[in-house]
């Protein structure tokens, strides 16, 4: 089956694509023994845990150390078994400085200042992070696959000094641009690289599952869809973050842990603020506030619900799969990890199993094992639109400004049976 591109409907205008960069830190305050030789060589690791292909490496490192020139820094990566030979070793720092004391800087290809020559009367290695080049280029890791035990190396080569490296990070830069996702009343889905498909099966998905937000407090957001003619459309999604569970229905109805109209003034999403906006008789708005101006918003319009994610990063997101696909690399992954394309097998791939946390506090038939209910064989790709109450002339006056997209907006607004569909993404 051909993947669509659709109108957005009730998420308002397109999200502009975004470079992710994730940062990774360690604070071993590990001590260097000023041996000699290779007799003072200390090592730590950090293991990233996103998947995506390198466009860019940052390194910044925090070091005391009574004599910098005495250290030599090395960089390697390791796939995701440590036991396998490096991808790289890089030469970060090698003999600068003199004998000035700490080593705190941010290696950067990119950067203006060098190290080579540096000395205790022409100090650059202790700058409060200054950015520097390093003595061998960070994009020799460019193009490969992020995810991996990276290691910092250090070898003191002279006796008689000692230092302790108190931390180290590793800001890596994804080549693919990320999108927020969206779930569409419809049902039209967006993947985290921005390709749009739908699903017009019927039963319980897993839009997102995401176990490491929140360093570990897990968030995951299901969506039921239900079916109408031959196509279907999504009337609630829950969101769990915690134990918490916020669940949003048809005309703005919700429950937050199970108590309906729960007062959001007062009651939170496990630790997260939700607001609730009516636009009008028709339209509600849900925000979960993450912070930073990260959010998920949920909007109702009549019986139709929409999700999507706003400031998606791999701080929220990394490692998560569902409908949106992978972040990282917004790969549409089956739950063993192979790429699929045909969106009806990929939505059925992703149905709550038995075996899953129900969040929805009512379950309705199919539930797995029984799986998705999907259209008949006598769908034509189109919705049966001739039954439509709003006539073509009147979707497409009110689609207008839609521009290539206006096709499938009248599609969506001559299903919804509304013409104030076609501007609810305003809001």
Known sequence: ??????????????????????????????????????????????????????????????????????LELDLTMDGPDPTTDPVDVIRLQYDDCGSSDDLVVTFDDSATESLNGASS???????????????EALSTFNGHQSIGYWTLDINDDAVGDTGTLNSWSITLTACETITDGAGTGDPHFKSWAGKWFDFHGECDLVFVDSPKFGHGTGLAIHIRTKARYQYSYIESAAVQIGDSVLEVGEYGSYMLDGISNADLDSE???????????????????????????????????????????????????????????????????????????PDAFGNEWQVLETEPKLFQTARFPQHPVQCSMPGPERDGRRRLGESTISMEAAEEACEHWGDLKDQCVYDVMAAEDLELAEAGAF
């Open 268 to 342: 939170k999403l496990d630790s997260y603020t939700v607001t609730h906006k009516k636009i009008n008789s028709k339209q509600d708005v849900f925000t979960i506030e993450l912070g930073e101006g990260k959010q998920i918003v949920i909007q109702s319009f009549k019986d139709l619900v929409s999700v999507k994610t706003v400031g998606a990063s791999f701080e929220e997101y990394r490692g998560s799969q569902g409908l949106l696909g992978e972040f990282g690399t917004g790969k549409l992954l089956s739950r063993n990890g192979t790429i699929m394309t045909d």
């Open 1 to 70: 089956m051909m993947i669509t591109f659709i109108a957005l409907s009730l998420l308002g205008s397109l999200s502009s694509a975004k470079a992710q960069t994730v940062t990774y830190n360690s604070s071993p305050n590990l001590a260097i023994p000023g041996a000699g030789q290779d007799r003072g060589r200390v090592s730590d690791s950090i293991f990233v845990d996103a998947s995506f292909e390198i466009c860019d490496v940052d390194i910044s490192v925090d070091i005391t150390h009574t004599w910098t020139a005495d």
């Open 121 to 135: 009367t022409n100090n650059l290695c202790n700058q409060d992070g200054l950015e520097v080049q390093p003595e």
